[in-house]
């Protein structure tokens, strides 16, 4: 079992929809990061979470550490919210970051 | 501009052939890392650097030499590589990998024959 999982692997909406992306982890951690991953592959930081929520725009992310999930929300979403989103925990005592395997999102018009 | 640099952004070589893959980042950055990236594997970490002359090894690190001379450099070397190592690459950096925004290169599409 991967010590982070998201859920699903791929979703598509309809533009204008609310997205929600879960992301569970069964390790301590010091920060949980979101990441957006677009078509030609660069990566791009959009959260990063200890306690609480955090909202940038149209994004929110959320984390519950005593459950260990966390959640991004995408409202009305968009066609160009279309992208790979990954979560990555940063382990706590340790200098790494472990990847889910990626949430791919489709929007269409 | 804040950014991490890498190069090449794409390589084809073949089997064997020494390569370097460079990573440079000009935010001062403590903390530095090369990934990975296959298809239904998702990212993993190769090998990370804490500070200058401070390395250790990811989670995938055979086949793969890193140095940490400057602080703002971090290159990738693969000695001799093979066809297993074809994959998508993403240097990153951060302040501290913990609790910091991670940065992360434009990435290095290498195709190994």
Known sequence: ?109 | EAQVTQNPRYLITVTGKKLTVTCSQNMNHEYMSWYRQDPGLGLRQIYYSMNVEVTDKGDVPEGYKVSRKEKRNFPLILESPSPNQTSLYFCASSLWVGANEQFFGPGTRLTVL
């Open chain 1, 1 to 109: 079992k991967n010590e982070v999982e998201q859920s699903p692997q791929n979703l598509t909406a309809q533009e204008g929809e609310f997205i929600t992306i879960n992301c569970s982890y069964s390790v301590g951690i010091s920060a949980l990061h979101w990441l957006q991953q677009h078509p030609g592959g660069g990566i791009v930081s959009l959260f990063m979470l200890s306690s609480g929520k955090k909202k940038h725009g149209r994004l929110i992310a959320t984390i519950n550490i005593q459950e260990k999930h966390s959640s991004l929300h995408i409202t009305a979403s968009h066609p160009r919210d279309s992208a790979v989103y990954i979560c990555a925990a940063a382990i706590q005592g340790a200098q790494k970051l472990v990847f889910g395997q990626g949430t791919r999102l489709t929007i269409n018009p």
